[in-house]
């Protein structure tokens, strides 16, 4: 008889079901379980819009970057430097997609990275100019062989000159080298002056931006609450559920409005057995 009654309760309760308080319940204990996932200023605002001022004024100073910078990879060209050709053409189509279209598309994180790198790059081209103002070392290489008695000997002999910045005697090539070590600098530091006035024209810094979106979490430091622990479990103290004490409390969610009715604490009263 035991038996069938268990049987019955077991039946009755796969086949009711679950009433809206459960369902409710189950959503809220579910969603304070998630991980909380970063979302920056940008997730938040979007992007910045490009002031008008940029678009008027700064726009004719870019394109005047673009020339320049298109100048010195023909200089690059003459002086037969590929590496230096292939880096000024890349800088180039960043200030092309930066100004096209209205500048469209100068957000301020495409101008604070392109603005480092022209800083960078200056930094190092001045080193480079300054090791070699007082004049340019070139080294001359020649190999002579002679057999003598059937053995053969090469003799290599480099010889080391020093010239000025610019010679005329040592031909095209050299002085365009030597007029690209000055003029590349140059350039960078206009381009990173150009790009530091236009970043200094938008209303607000990036950084400042991120500070009022709250960092990382927006605001909202995470914490993750345990049995019997008064720390809420969520990215918020207003979400979610918790145990404390053995209580189901919470705000929100279905478990919480459960909790205000009475404060029921779990596993409390007197147990019961089937069939008794």
């Known amino acids: 008889l035991s038996q069938r009654r268990l049987n019955k309760v077991r039946s009755r309760a796969s086949a009711d079901p679950p009433s809206e308080f459960q369902q409710k319940s189950f959503r809220s204990t579910q969603a304070a379980m998630l991980i909380p996932l970063p979302m920056g200023a940008a997730g938040q605002a979007g ?66 990275l392109f603005g ?58 050299y002085n365009m080298q030597s007029a690209v070590k000055i003029a590349s600098p140059v350039v960078m530091l206009i381009a990173a002056l150009v790009s530091y006035y236009t970043y200094q024209a938008y209303p607000a810094s990036l950084f400042a931006q991120d500070a009022e979106a709250g960092g990382f979490y927006g605001g909202q430091q995470p914490g993750y609450g345990g049995y019997g622990s008064d720390r809420p479990s969520g990215p918020s103290s207003t979400g979610g559920t918790r145990i404390i004490g053995g209580q189901v409390v919470g705000g929100g969610g279905g478990a919480g409005r459960f909790a205000g009715n009475g404060g029921r604490s779990l596993f409390e009263g007197s147990g019961q057995r089937l069939g008794s």
Not at 62 to 91: H, K, S, Y
Not at 98 to 109: F, L, T, V
Request: net charge negative; glycine share 8%; proline share 2%.
């Open 47 to 112: 992007e910045v819009e490009v002031p008008a001022v940029v678009k008027k004024d700064y726009a004719k100073y870019w394109w005047l970057t673009f020339l320049l910078l298109i100048g010195v990879g023909v200089m690059d060209v003459l002086a037969r430097d590929p590496f230096a050709v292939i880096f000024i053409g890349v800088m180039a189509a960043i200030v092309w997609y930066m100004a096209s279209d209205g500048c469209r598309n100068m957000s301020q994180y495409c101008l604070f």
């Open 116 to 173: 480092m790198m022209c800083v960078i790059e200056a930094v190092i081209e001045t080193i480079g100019l300054l090791m070699i103002i007082g004049g340019r070392t070139t080294h001359e290489r020649t190999v002579q062989t002679s057999i003598d008695g059937g053995a053969r000997t090469s003799t290599i002999t480099v010889v080391e000159r020093k010239h000025p910045l610019f010679d005329e005697s040592q031909g095209f090539t």
